[in-house]
């Protein structure tokens, strides 16, 4: 592993501490393993259809953002996207993302930075999504500060960058000109293969453009969202939660949110974390909340990360694309 791995893992792992330490310092341990025992399996058995439901959908929205550029039947993006999946929750700082990226070129072509611009094109309309159904259960349902603070800064910061995506897909000659300028700054060796770079990312970002585009793309988010919401609520059936399904939006909003900054692997932590902030501010007791939280984000990782790895074994891929992530991210700042 290479210093910026290691570094990247201790970041990780201590974020995870953190928030894990911020779960469990005020339950009972006794108590959360008693709600874990008294969980009616069926009900998560279930939540495992919604689920995959809305896996499917974000393939198919990736496809849809990919189509002009690389043509990729549904089965085949959402191989890649699994594998991707796979490897975001096995290693820190999203490398899945640039693995995913790096996987459509080789077996489909096109430049890797093309793609992975539709994949902050996916990234950017997920926190809007997210932060959209958080504020709409605070709004009507209030919350506490600390998920208050959670969606004023995702929140602001998607809106920003979605702002940025908007103006560069509207307005691409002047955009390109600006930033052109703005490579001005850089060191003069640098800027022939920034230049290239940015080239290739804005070619990306071109399929966002026009209302039926990002229309389509809007849809498709809110729907594998919700998807997901749903799975979220038959999980706390599970639990005998009883709360309102309409209030699993902002579970999924708050767990999904602290987790979209790269840091931990899979989000442990905050993810449970922000999960069970919500369910305690709804009438859940802190105990069975953190049940729920620790149960939910094992049932989304778990079978994610066989699906990918099995996915990476039938491609004749290997493990090897999970051990090198980091060399693959170096990969990218030579891109042709």
Not at 52 to 72: D, E, K, N, Y
Not at 157 to 182: K, Y
Not at 292 to 321: D, K, Q, T
């Amino acid at each position: 592993m290479t210093r910026r791995s290691v570094l990247r893992a201790l970041l990780g792992l201590l974020v995870s501490m953190l928030f894990l330490g911020l779960l469990l310092r005020q339950v009972e341990l006794g108590e959360v393993w008693d709600a874990l025992r008294g969980v009616e399996w069926p009900w998560l058995v279930l939540a495992a259809v919604p689920f995959a439901l809305g896996l499917w959908l974000r393939a198919l929205r990736w496809r849809l953002v990919l189509r002009a550029s690389v043509p990729v039947t549904q089965s085949e993006v959402t191989s890649l996207m699994l594998i991707g999946l796979a490897v975001n929750n096995l290693l820190p700082v999203r490398a899945g993302e640039v693995v995913r990226a790096v996987l459509m070129e080789r077996q489909h072509g096109g430049s890797r930075v093309r793609v992975l611009a539709t994949i902050v094109v996916e990234r950017v309309f997920d926190g809007l999504v997210l932060a959209l159904f958080l504020v709409l259960v605070l709004a009507t349902r209030g919350g506490n500060g600390v998920l208050q603070l959670l969606v004023l800064v995702m929140g602001l910061g998607f809106v920003v960058a979605m702002t940025v995506l908007v103006w560069i897909t509207a307005r691409p000659e002047v955009s390109h000109r600006q930033l052109v300028r703005l490579l001005g700054l850089a060191p003069t060796r640098l800027r022939p293969e920034a230049r290239r770079w940015m080239d290739n990312f804005i070619a990306g970002l071109s399929q966002l453009n026009g209302l039926r585009a990002g229309t389509a793309v809007l849809v498709a988010s809110v729907g594998s969202w919700g998807l997901e919401a749903v799975a979220y609520w038959f999980v706390g059936e599970g639990f005998g939660l009883g709360l309102d399904p309409w209030l699993y939006l902002g579970v999924t909003g708050a767990a999904n949110l602290s987790i979209a900054a790269p840091s931990t692997s899979g989000g442990i932590g905050p993810f449970e974390f922000f999960a069970r902030e919500v369910l305690v501010v709804f009438g859940a007791t802190s105990a069975v909340a953190t049940a729920y939280a620790l149960a939910l984000h094992a049932l989304i990782l778990v079978p994610v990360v066989l699906a990918g790895l099995l996915l990476l074994w039938r491609n004749h891929l290997g493990v090897g694309v999970l051990t090198h992530a980091d060399r693959i991210s170096v990969e990218m700042e030579s891109t042709s």
